[in-house]
């Protein structure tokens, strides 16, 4: 598959990652290399990633803990602390291997410590290729708010080799299926289309879905990096999905959701607002909830637990003026942006979700 230039990054795909990080080593001369991975990916991922690099560079391995909840300030302290005890300066490079957790926080260390080092990210998980790996956000969560502390600034390169998905069981696999199926709802029927049989997806089918999935977020990004207009249709069922995933990640009896798992709620929640606000067709929505539900199930929100999902609401990134800005859809392919949606219509599609 061809290399992507996405601004300042080049993303390059399978055996063409190593031969250009080795030719990138080579030529920038870094005073050490860093590697982050977590406990996951220094086990199934870190050996094979070492055995392909070629510098006589001294490299460091860092690592942290798994999962979302560890994506904080707490754990950037830590990292920030770990470079400084080895000496890292400003000539140093951060290699951040791992899903969105990893490449997230390890882009933020990066571009913060010392005012700013090098970093270049290897996204394992579907989803963290196919999102993560375009448009230089990074940062972490403020408790259980998502990604309230980042800036934007791309890596020198990204790596995407598709044979780490060897390593991810099914529900990751589906978690980062769903910001696929996000960029055929908001781009057009052509990329939607492939995915309405699943089960007769193959693996080669799966790399050219993935490359194809990249370039639409990267001409997305292209024409506005700082989320001015265009790049706010990528938040397309985040606006509800990332309040759901706070709210189930805040409280221990529920089962804490992957990111794509609550992405799929809050995409469902705002195909139905968009058929009342929009005339985005009833017939279509159904189809939708149907096959998001086969591949996903259903997710158990009781009644009670609208009210605290929407008061976080207002915590949401495309927020302005004290209005929450959701992006919704008049089509596929066509999205409305900055749309304010009733309490009331949200309750209503959280029914239509349950029922």
């Not at 993560?132 to 972490?140: D, F, M, P």
């Not at 939607?192 to 049989?197: D, I, K, P, T």
Request: charged residues 20%; proline residues 2%.
């Amino acid at each position: 598959m061809d290399s992507i230039t996405a601004n300042d990054s080049v993303i390059h795909f399978n055996e063409t990652c190593y031969t250009s990080l080795n030719q990138h080593l080579k030529e920038q001369n870094f005073s050490k290399v860093f590697i982050l991975v977590d406990e996951n990916t220094h086990e199934h991922c870190l050996p094979k990633f070492l055995s392909k690099l070629s510098t006589n560079t001294e490299i460091e391995i860092i690592e942290i803990e798994s999962g979302e909840i560890n994506k904080t300030i707490d754990t950037c302290v830590g990292v920030w602390n770990t470079l400084s005890e080895l000496n890292a300066d400003r000539k140093s490079l951060l290699i951040n291997i791992g899903g969105g957790v990893i490449t997230d926080l390890g882009g933020f260390v990066a571009c913060t410590f010392k005012r700013g080092i090098a970093y270049i990210n290897v996204p394992t998980t579907l989803l963290s290729m196919v999102d993560a790996s375009v448009g230089g956000k990074t940062g972490v969560d403020l408790g259980v708010l998502k990604n309230q502390i980042g800036v934007i600034s791309n890596p020198h390169q990204v790596l995407i080799d598709t044979e780490y998905l060897d390593t991810l069981p099914q529900n990751q696999m589906r978690s980062g299926l769903a910001e696929m199926l996000k960029h055929g709802l908001i781009t057009g029927e052509d990329y939607w289309n492939n995915f309405l049989n699943l089960s007769n997806l193959s693996l080669e089918d799966l790399d050219r879905l993935i490359h194809e999935s990249v370039i639409i977020k990267k001409n997305v990004v292209e024409q506005d990096p700082f989320e001015n207009g265009l790049r706010k249709t990528l938040n397309f069922g985040h606006t509800l999905g990332h309040a759901v995933e706070s709210y189930f990640l805040s409280h221990p009896e529920k089962t804490t959701l992957l990111h794509g798992e609550a992405i799929v709620v809050g995409m469902i929640l705002e195909c139905y607002i968009s058929s009342i606000l929009l005339g985005f067709p009833e017939k279509l929505v159904d189809d939708i909830k149907d096959l998001f539900l086969g591949y996903y199930g259903k997710v158990t929100i009781e009644q009670s637990d609208y009210s605290p999902i929407i008061d976080l609401l207002k915590y949401d990134k495309k927020n302005s003026h004290g209005s929450i800005n959701f992006v919704l859809l008049e089509a596929i392919g066509k999205c409305k942006l900055d749309c304010t949606v009733d309490e009331a219509l949200i309750i209503e599609a959280f029914g239509y979700y349950s029922k």
